[in-house]
């Protein structure tokens, strides 16, 4: 995916073209044509004054590859106060006023490294069509935390994408929210699973029967540890113990199963899995692996509280 491109004619070319219709106007008409291409001149010149003057409106003019962003944190974005209209054009003018009326949107986090601010990273919320338009930016102190790591992306011709959630509207000011990872496991590492969404980042769930699946995940971590990937949960029935015959969730990683949750982390989750499954397709999550040392390579999914 990427963001879409929009030109628009600078100050400069409209002002070049007035000039020329003036001085074709002087020519045909004498000291009358003079006068009226003089009074287009200073029409055209303060009105690219004005469209000039709101920033936050102007759409972002790079193509670049959008990479999706660990969504296990939370983030407030700072300086919205100043994107207010911004912010109530992708919301729709819509308003929300608590958390379940929160209103989605995706942001993508632009570093500036030739800014006014000391390592600021500007948050840009997408339209419909595609294109950017800012909403805020990060916190200076976060900001000097995900900057390093957006500018390499940046390097490779990629932008950094994670979900953003809305709140406000009417007589209340517009506030925006990120779902955004800690810097430490930003990345994804295994993003064949496409675009599709995953389940809220929210808590870790331990997952039980990974010592006979270590091969898998030796391969998928390639050597590498702690790694950040995302897997899919699917309906199962327990084989063996207590709950022999019950419904639980089996995880899988690039399409091969890697261990299941516990009969009790399944009653808790199973429903919401398959609400996910009905709502986008598949069922699913972040998932963190980190080497235990004698207790092998587990696996430890992020899912909702």
């Known amino acids: ?58 759409p972002m003019r790079t193509r670049t590859r959008i990479r999706r962003l660990s969504t296990a944190g939370r983030v407030a974005i700072i300086g919205e ?27 993508v986090l632009v570093p500036e490294s030739a800014n006014r601010h000391d390592q600021a990273v500007r948050v840009d919320l997408l339209r419909g069509d595609g294109s950017a338009i800012t909403a805020g930016y990060l916190r200076g102190d976060q900001a000097a935390d995900y900057q390093p790591l957006l500018l390499e992306l940046a390097e490779r011709g990629e932008v950094g994408s994670c979900p953003a959630r809305i709140m406000g509207g009417g007589h209340r000011y517009y506030g925006v929210h990120l779902h955004l990872g800690d810097p430490r496991l930003l990345l994804l590492d295994h993003e064949a699973l496409g675009t599709a969404p995953t389940m809220p980042a929210e808590q870790q769930v331990p997952v ?33 113990g207590t709950h022999v015959g019950e419904h639980t969730l089996e995880v899988l990683l690039e399409g ?30 972040e998932t963190v692996i980190t080497n235990e040392g004698t207790r092998g390579l587990q696996a430890k999914l992020l899912l909702p509280k």
């Open 256 to 285: 091969e199963l890697i261990g299941q949750l516990s009969y009790a982390m399944g009653l808790r989750y199973c429903e919401m899995a398959q609400e996910w499954r009905t709502r986008t397709g598949r069922a699913l999550c």
């Open 81 to 107: 106060s100043n994107y207010q209209d911004a912010i109530a054009e992708v919301a729709r003018h819509a308003a929300a006023h608590t958390a379940e009326e929160a209103i989605q949107a995706t942001a």
């Open 1 to 58: 995916m990427t963001m879409q491109q929009r030109t628009e004619p600078s100050p400069a070319a409209v002002l070049i073209a007035v000039a020329v219709l003036a001085l074709v106007l002087t020519v045909a008409f004498g000291p009358l044509g003079f006068v009226i291409g003089l009074a287009l001149f200073a029409l055209m010149f303060v009105g690219t004054k004005n469209r000039a003057a709101p920033e936050q409106i102007v």
């Open 208 to 240: 039980v029967g990974e010592e006979a699946h270590q091969h898998v995940l030796h391969r998928v971590v390639n050597g590498r540890t702690p790694v950040h990937v995302i897997a899919e949960l699917r309906d199962c029935r327990i084989a063996t």
